[in-house]
């Protein structure tokens, strides 16, 4: 397809559960970001891949996050031992560059429900 | 102190009434400056630019007052179709983060 693709677009899953979102960019985007966003608030960054490295994984919030990009494309976002707090719409966004001119492309996102 | 702040809103105005909201930023540094629309439940897409010289795109209007550090957008002629929430984001240099408002909805009455 053309824009940003995101799956699951809906997660409903357990405390303590692992879960696995997938982001597939724009063909030729060689950056990729994810955020999260809570209800009410702007985009929360996690991480930002140049090419194949995570190149600032700084906004992940703790170690139960990661994220990987194994071929420069497609990238899955891992939580593990899943907590309520995770609860959120979880959004990926890929750019030419490094968004030189602000424009990122997002995905409609992954909504995550933690029970 | 938030680094971009937005009034939450809602702002509730009616059709074809101007309306005008501002943002403002804590790093002096900022270099660039943009407006995203974002739909209920939906993604953040650009609006526009904001140019230091200020720009407008058909009814909107961006400007930007580096003096006291804050960003406006002006919808003239509002539709019913510019009901969203509108996301300030500030770039920081060359710098690839960007920084994101928590934004302000707005609702165009009929």
């Known amino acids: 397809g053309a824009g940003v693709s995101q799956t699951p677009s809906n997660k409903v899953t357990e405390k303590g559960k692992y879960v696995e979102l997938r982001c597939d960019p724009i063909?030729?985007?060689?950056?990729l970001y994810w955020y999260r966003q809570s209800l009410g608030q702007g985009p929360e960054f996690l991480i930002y891949?140049?090419?194949?490295?995570?190149?600032?994984d700084s906004g992940l919030p703790n170690d139960r996050f990661f994220a990987v990009r194994p071929e420069g494309s497609v990238s899955t976002l891992k939580i593990q031992r899943t907590e309520r707090g995770d609860s959120a719409v979880y959004l990926c966004?890929?750019?030419?560059?490094?968004?030189?001119?602000?424009?990122?492309?997002f995905g409609e996102g992954s909504r995550l429900t933690v029970l | 102190r938030k680094e971009v702040e937005q009034d939450p809103g809602p702002f509730n105005v009616p059709e074809g009434a101007t309306v005008a909201f501002n943002c403002t930023y804590s790093?002096?540094?900022?270099?660039?400056f943009f407006w995203y629309r974002q739909d209920c439940r939906k993604e953040p897409k650009l609006l526009m630019s904001?140019?230091?010289?200020?720009n407008e795109d058909g009814r909107f209007t961006a400007q930007l007052n580096r003096a006291s550090q804050y960003i406006s957008l002006l919808i003239r002629d509002s539709k019913l179709s510019d009901s969203a929430t509108y996301l300030c984001?500030?770039?920081?240099?060359?710098?690839?983060?960007?920084?994101w408002g928590a934004g302000t909805k707005l609702i165009i009455k009929p």
């Open positions: 984001v500030v770039k920081e240099g060359s710098n690839y983060q960007l920084i």
């Open positions: 790093n002096s540094a900022s270099q660039s």
């Open positions: 966004a890929s750019s030419w560059g490094s968004a030189n001119t602000g424009e990122l492309f």
């Open positions: 063909s030729g985007h060689t950056a």
């Open positions: 891949f140049q090419g194949t490295g995570a190149a600032d």
């Open positions: 904001v140019y230091s010289s200020g």
